[in-house]
């Protein structure tokens, strides 16, 4: 009975304020850094950024940022996805060109309707990434080789499919080219997500908590809860306030967004994302828990897939074209580095949907800063490699700090 009335004691202290700053304390202790390195990381890259050029954090320059963001961001969703089962997709800029171009032949080529063209070029990353499955799975072949001969492949039949022009232009006038250059949302539309982002966190982690709290376990407190959902409201507030003193928040970076909500929502609450983190845990372990792991695999390799056909797809109506370098330079590189700058592990079992974000909007910050410096894109490559090398550095300080953490 005393152990019991302790018990409640240390729950209900853990439900308050202190409990969750404690647990935030413990959690950095064991080696759980979350995403507090980057986003101290990308403080100090916007406050040197801004020290050095006064224009990167103007309101127009940061709605640019967010549009440049989107594209590659949404690759870099499907890499977050196949890393946290301890695989890697190397041909996901492959995949986005070929993705483009099949979009540009069917839509300005063939005449089809621009929702036809779009669904055949998503489908057609599906299937792709439904193949390195088979072959994983069925073969095992390592992702790294099937990848790698993706990547030279659907290069190859890029530029097969683009033909002899080489360059196919989108109509300005098409809806999909409107929605990546010129359609953003309605200033009180923005305010309106802002409230309803603020008031869902609020709800999901409101529902969460109960969950925990009848199971016997710690969890966040009413008052801890919307706390962060005010905080959450004020940042968002000032963000759309911000960007509308321009041209506001673009609909193609609010579909960016979209997306990683909605694949947090997967990886957190349902049983297919705790199979995803115990897959690349321990497989082994996995496995004999009754987990399908082949079919685990055979869903992070498709949706990486698809979401690189997106990218493709978003990249051309952002540039109004699919080109031979669609997908090519440094796209496959920025991807696979957005995910691992945003916290996803190398090594599997680690990371989240919010870490696409974060990452994709460290290197774009750096490419748009170091632009508006005038310097040569020989130096951000220079700077983005340092970061990444940064980021996984610290993964795996991280990762050996949880290691003798949970030993001891």
């Not at 992702?143 to 001969?149: K, R």
């Not at 199971?215 to 008052?223: E, H």
Request: aromatic share 8%.
């Amino acid at each position: 009975m005393v152990t019991t009335d302790r018990q409640d004691e240390r729950l209900q202290s853990r439900e308050g304020l202190r409990g969750a700053i404690t647990d935030v304390v413990e959690r950095a202790r064991g080696g759980d850094l979350g995403v507090i390195p980057v986003v101290v990381g990308l403080i100090v890259i916007w406050t040197v950024l801004q020290i050095l050029n006064p224009v990167f954090l103007s309101s127009a320059n940061l709605v640019n940022l967010t549009l440049e963001s989107a594209a590659v961001g949404v690759i870099a969703l499907g890499i977050v996805c196949v890393l946290l089962v301890g695989e890697i997709d190397l041909s996901v800029g492959s995949v986005s060109g070929l993705s483009a171009a099949v979009l540009a032949v069917l839509f300005v080529g063939q005449g089809l309707p621009v929702w036809l063209a779009i669904a055949a070029s998503v489908i057609m990353g599906a299937v792709i990434g439904w193949v390195y499955a088979q072959l994983y799975n069925r073969f095992g072949v390592p992702s790294f080789v099937i990848t790698l001969a993706g990547l030279l492949a659907f290069l190859g039949l890029q530029l097969y499919v683009l033909g002899t022009k080489g360059s196919i232009n989108l109509p300005f006038d098409s809806g999909l080219v409107a929605f990546a250059q010129l359609d953003f949302v309605p200033a009180w539309l923005s305010y309106t997500f802002a409230v309803l982002a603020a008031g869902g966190l609020f709800v999901s982690g409101y529902l969460h908590a109960r969950e925990r709290q009848r199971a016997g376990l710690s969890a966040r407190g009413v008052p801890v809860l919307a706390l962060r959902s005010a905080a959450l409201l004020v940042v968002l507030l000032f963000v759309v306030w911000y960007l509308g003193q321009t041209r506001g928040v673009g609909w193609m970076f609010v579909f960016f967004v979209a997306l990683v909500l909605i694949m947090h929502y997967f990886l957190s609450r349902t049983k297919w994302g705790r199979s995803v983190y115990a897959v690349g845990g321990n497989v082994e372990a996995a496995r004999r828990a009754g987990i399908n792991v082949r079919a685990v695999y055979t869903s992070v390799f498709v949706l990486c897939s698809t979401f690189a056909a997106v990218g493709g797809i978003l990249a051309a109506a952002r540039l109004a074209a699919a080109n031979q370098s669609s997908g090519t330079g440094d796209v496959n590189l920025n991807a696979i580095a957005a995910a691992v700058i945003g916290g996803t592990s190398l090594f599997g079992g680690r990371g989240t949907a919010f870490g696409a974000l974060l990452g994709i909007i460290v290197i774009q910050s750096i490419s748009s800063g170091l632009t508006l410096l005038n310097l040569d894109s020989s130096i951000r490559f220079v700077v983005t490699g340092v970061v990444l090398l940064l980021a996984v550095v610290v993964d795996s300080v991280a990762r050996k700090s949880r290691t003798s953490h949970g030993r001891a």
